[in-house]
């Protein structure tokens, strides 16, 4: 009896939550009405001098010509700006370009309103901080907040209003290369990262000349690429979608972000950027959220080839009527709006919702007030670049650092070495230190390789020799003998290995995640004539590094650190700063083994190493080869007393955790502490772990400190058996320490 009845409830849970998935009539009584912005009248003034035209020209934005961020669509957009058939532009920044073209929005057109210009600020404007993927694993949300509020106050110094960051896609597969936009594989870590961005980049008040409007992006799930392809399908279970992909974006719109952008893929079959679901019903109703959407790049018009249009206009009518307001690049709403509402395809109040949410982001940012604002010669030259910021730069690119291997501690270098050799096609490589979607920094000139930092570091007492040894792309062998001669003269050899800049980000993906080339016989040969090689890891993926873990002793995962690359890794290297960063994606031990993620689910066969008939490969272990949470320090971390102050809660009260981390090595630092959370036993599978608290603490040598987490209900919630969000009563294994797989551990019920 009980087993039908739950799988009626099931069948209704599932088939309401998916009915609105699915959903794609439209229904008016379905769009709730606009959150009122406290310019509603001046917006409604102006919407009312507008004529049907120049409404429409504001859902259009074209790209500019500086930056090509994707297939070029020839407009004359000056032509276009003056006509009044654009609201928005793209990629186009300094303060003589923007001024010149908002000055055709403004003086030009009939209603003089002016354009709002976007541009892709991921890590650093020309200040390059490292890539995402890299910030996130320093654990510190006050930094990730600063070096977005850096990019807003640097990008606004060059005209720029709005940038399509933050990156929010959880992702499991390194394969794709955008991995290292965004924070990694956890929801709950990956919301808080958001929520940081979100408010450095909008700050407390977007109608200063500091702050900019942020978009976060990409909705939704575009991180489940299948095969880890770029633009590729996405097929996925509405569980899977509310537990592991949305939170972030959710997590976003509560911090307020202004706007959002669709995901190329689809949902459920629909494609997102017709997904009157995913816009109407859950962002603008369920949620709340009353920003701007905008399209992906030309993701109207790629509606056709996904298939469910047929033509431009078909597509363009499904868009707005899904809730999208901006259609980047692809002009399929200038071309048909106009047709549609005559038609009755489209309604004008669905237009008008559009317009609205435009022009109050226009005059959230004070564009009204002075269209010019961003546009300040003398700002431009003095807010760009500065010392204390490159400083801080340096600063976060060494709190990015993870340590994966340091045997018979090889790291810290002294500083008193005799001869160094630094070696490998990033040893003194300046293009790829800024890593892909790096703005408007400059990577030919000014960012340190890894060469000069340690130049930079060491007195002229020491010798620092360098050899290019090979290339990412070759077979040849050519430059080995120059790289060992090097290597043997040396009496410690610093061999920077990894990915050009241009292997991850757009368009990226990669099918083997091995070092690309012959990088790991270079390493071989190297290793052969000295023992003292320090792997320098750049890359922008989790890569699989089985064979260097096997044969050198020590590896540095520096990713593509920023502007001042190569004085972070001397730091790093030789002591300076005791490396504190933690993986915040897993590290595979082959490619076969993804998608690989910690907060994995049990199975019915869980993994039994006397069972063969258990979930496992029979050629690699089911474990990977680094986990989520890892990385290692110069000391050494123990951890003891972990004691709940209670074994039993019940609802409304909280758990108070407490744990003692001692450090037992030999220099101060910094260990990030992690709390998981299992449920043992749920009305649905539950992962074997959750990330559900971190506490990043400096230690000094010798010291112990005491952590405390507190858990209550909103840790121990969950979608349940009919999707809502709430706990059950029950037993809970309660983890922490200082990796994903810690095996320290307290039982806790929860009645
Ligand atoms: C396509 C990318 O998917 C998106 O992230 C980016 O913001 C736009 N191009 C604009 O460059």
């Known amino acids: 009896m009980k087993g039908i009845l739950q799988f009626i409830i099931m069948i209704v849970a599932l088939s309401i939550a998916l009915s609105g998935c699915t959903s794609n009539q439209s229904d008016d009584s379905k769009i709730h009405d606009l959150t009122v912005s406290k310019y509603d009248g001046k917006i409604k003034e102006l919407m009312a001098k507008m004529t049907i035209e120049e409404k429409i020209g504001q859902l259009n934005m074209l790209s500019g010509d500086w930056a090509i961020t994707g297939p070029f669509i020839r407009a004359d957009f000056k032509q276009d700006i003056k006509a009044g058939k654009v609201g928005s532009m793209l990629n186009c920044y300094t303060v003589d370009y923007t001024r010149e073209l908002i000055n055709l929005s403004v003086d030009s057109t009939r209603l003089g309103i002016p354009l709002l210009l976007g541009y892709d600020v991921v890590h650093g404007h020309r200040t390059i901080f490292p890539i995402p993927l890299a910030e996130a694993c320093t654990w510190d949300l006050n930094l990730m907040e600063q070096t977005a509020r850096i990019a807003a106050i640097e990008a606004s110094a060059e005209g720029i209003h709005w940038t399509f960051a ?129 399209t992906d790049y030309t993701a109207i018009n790629e509606m056709i080839e ?305 069972n063969s008939w258990t979930s496992h490969y029979i050629d690699v272990d089911n474990t990977p080869l680094y986990p989520f949470g890892y990385g290692l320090s110069y000391t050494r971390f123990e951890y003891s007393n972990l004691t709940l102050d209670k074994k039993e809660m019940t609802h409304p009260e909280v758990v108070r955790v407490s744990v003692t981390v001692t450090n037992s090595g030999n220099y101060d630092g910094e260990e990030v502490v992690q709390l998981y959370i299992q449920d043992l036993v749920g009305s649905v599978t539950r992962p074997i772990k959750e990330l559900k608290g971190f506490e990043k603490i400096f230690i000094k040598q010798g010291n112990s400190v005491t952590v405390h987490f507190t858990i209550g209900q909103e840790e121990l919630s969950f979608y349940r058996e009919d999707m809502s969000f709430g706990s059950e009563p029950g037993e809970y294994r309660i983890y922490v320490g200082g990796s994903s797989d810690t095996e320290n551990s307290v039982r806790l019920t929860l009645n």
């Open 166 to 294: 933050p990156m929010v896609d959880i992702t499991r597969d390194p394969r794709w290369g955008r991995v290292m936009e965004g924070a990694g594989e956890d929801p709950w870590y990956g919301s808080l990262v958001a929520i940081a961005k979100v408010k450095g980049y909008q700050g407390d008040d977007l109608s200063k000349d500091n702050t900019i409007l942020a978009c976060v992006k990409h909705v939704a799930a575009y991180g489940a690429a299948e095969a880890g392809r770029d633009y590729n399908t996405v097929d996925l279970s509405l569980r899977s979608l509310y537990e592991t992909y949305l939170p972030p974006f959710h997590a976003a719109v509560e911090a307020g972000v202004g706007s959002a952008m669709t995901a190329f893929n689809e949902i459920n079959g629909i494609p997102c950027t017709e997904n009157q679901w995913l816009w109407e019903d859950l962002f603008r109703k369920q949620w709340g959220f009353d920003g701007l959407v905008v």
């Open 306 to 610: 996904h298939g469910v249009a047929a033509n431009l206009y078909q597509a363009s009518v499904l868009a707005i009527n899904a809730g999208v307001d901006v259609d980047m690049v692809g002009q399929g709403f200038l071309l048909n709006l106009k047709q549609a509402i005559e038609k009755g395809d489209v309604t004008q109040e669905q237009l008008d919702k559009a317009v609205y949410r435009i022009l109050k982001a226009k005059f959230e940012l004070g564009l009204f007030d002075d269209p010019y604002k961003y546009c300040n010669k003398e700002r431009e030259k003095a807010d760009i670049m500065i010392p204390e910021r490159t400083q801080f730069c340096r600063e976060v690119a060494t709190k990015s650092m993870v340590l994966l291997k340091n045997s018979n501690k090889l790291l810290p270098l002294s500083k008193e070495i005799k001869t160094i050799a630094v070696i490998g096609p990033l040893a003194d490589n300046k293009i790829d230190m800024i890593g892909g979607w790096s703005a408007a920094g400059d990577r030919n000139s000014r960012p340190v390789t890894l060469f000069e930092g340690v130049k930079n570091k060491l007195s002229s007492k020491t010798v620092v020799l360098y050899a290019l040894g090979t290339d990412f792309n070759t077979s040849s062998t050519e430059g080995f003998d120059e790289a060992i001669r090097a290597a043997k003269q040396a009496d410690v050899v610093l061999l920077a290995l990894g990915e050009s800049n241009d292997m991850s980000a757009e368009a990226k993906s990669r099918s083997s995640i091995d070092l690309p080339g012959n990088q790991n016989l270079l390493a071989d040969e190297i290793l052969k004539v000295n023992k003292n090689t320090v792997i320098i890891l750049m890359n922008g993926r989790p890569l699989t590094i089985q064979h260097l873990d096997d044969v050198a002793p020590a590896i540095l995962e520096t990713w593509f650190a920023g502007t001042e690359a190569g004085n972070a890794i001397a730091d790093v290297v030789f002591g300076d700063y005791n490396p504190a960063g933690k993986l915040t994606m897993t590290f595979p031990r082959n490619a076969g083994q993804i998608p690989i993620y910690y907060s994995h689910k049990n199975t019915g066969r869980p993994f039994d190493v006397n």
